[in-house]
Antibody, heavy 119, light 108 residues
Framework: QVQLVESGGGLVQPGGSLRLSCAAS????????MIWIRQAPGKGLEWVSF????????YYTDSVKGRFTISRDDVQNSLYLQMNSLRADDTAIYYC????????????WGQGTTVTVSS | DIQMTQSPSSLSASVGDRVTITCRAS??????LNWYQQRPGKAPTLLIH???NLQSGVPSRFSGGRSGTDFTLTISSLQPEDFATYFC??????????FGQGTRLEIK
């Protein structure tokens, strides 16, 4: 079955960096769009970044442009999010998720990894 | 940017009740509307895609509808496990389209 397992979250000071990873299994990873979505405490869902199959297209929400970098390794079946210059408002649960194509629903989610930015 | 407005933001109901949640798009999105359920402390799961298509494994008491830019999620007979937060999402702009703010469904 589809499995997405995030790791790499933790407590970091403002201005610091973290690298999130997502290990995928149970499906042909290289065929899917992969997305990072976050949820601040008690808040709704916000997409952060997504990457198309074969890394052809990459998008970022405005608030993370220039600070976050998404990448994927289709050999290792892994998705990554390099987060630099972290701010307090980046504090959230970060979910790794997949979508079949550019305009489909998100049909698989990881359990999330928590990022806390605080001094 | 497309705005997705859900109503109500919270709802109290009893087991066995029929409930409907609405999501309104700020512009035409065709049938590119999806619904997700999020139980406390868990990741979201897909319930309905393409406005009215039930995701595999989702109970048939869930259904989705559309009238123009208004979309509905209906639960025909609430079960204890249905008390959760529900989000709509447009995928007209992309797979990572805008989410609604969520509707929290609580036990009365």
């Amino acid at each position: 079955q589809v499995q997405l397992v995030e790791s790499g979250g933790g407590l970091v000071q403002p201005g610091g960096s973290l690298r999130l990873s997502c290990a995928a299994s149970g499906f042909t990873f290289s065929d899917y769009y992969m997305i990072w979505i976050r949820q601040a405490p008690g808040k709704g869902l916000e997409w952060v970044s997504f990457i198309s199959a074969r890394s052809t297209n990459i998008y970022y929400t405005d608030s993370v442009k220039g600070r976050f970098t998404i990448s994927r390794d289709d050999v290792q079946n892994s998705l990554y999010l390099q987060m630099n210059s972290l701010r307090a408002d980046d504090t959230a649960i970060y979910y790794c998720a997949r979508g079949w194509s550019a305009y489909t629903a998100i049909d698989g989610w990881g359990q999330g990894t928590t990022v806390t930015v605080s001094s | 940017d497309i705005q997705m407005t859900q109503s109500p933001s919270s709802l109290s109901a009893s087991v066995g009740d029929r409930v409907t949640i609405t999501c309104r798009a700020s512009q035409s999105i065709g049938r590119y509307l999806n619904w997700y359920q999020q139980r406390p402390g868990k990741a979201p799961t897909l319930l309905i895609h393409g406005a009215s298509n039930l995701q595999s494994g989702v109970p048939s008491r869930f259904s989705g509808g559309r009238s123009g830019t208004d979309f509905t999620l209906t639960i025909s007979s609430l079960q204890p496990e249905d008390f959760a937060t529900y989000f709509c999402q447009e995928s007209y702009t992309s797979v990572a389209g805008t989410f609604g703010q969520g509707t929290r469904l609580e036990i009365k």
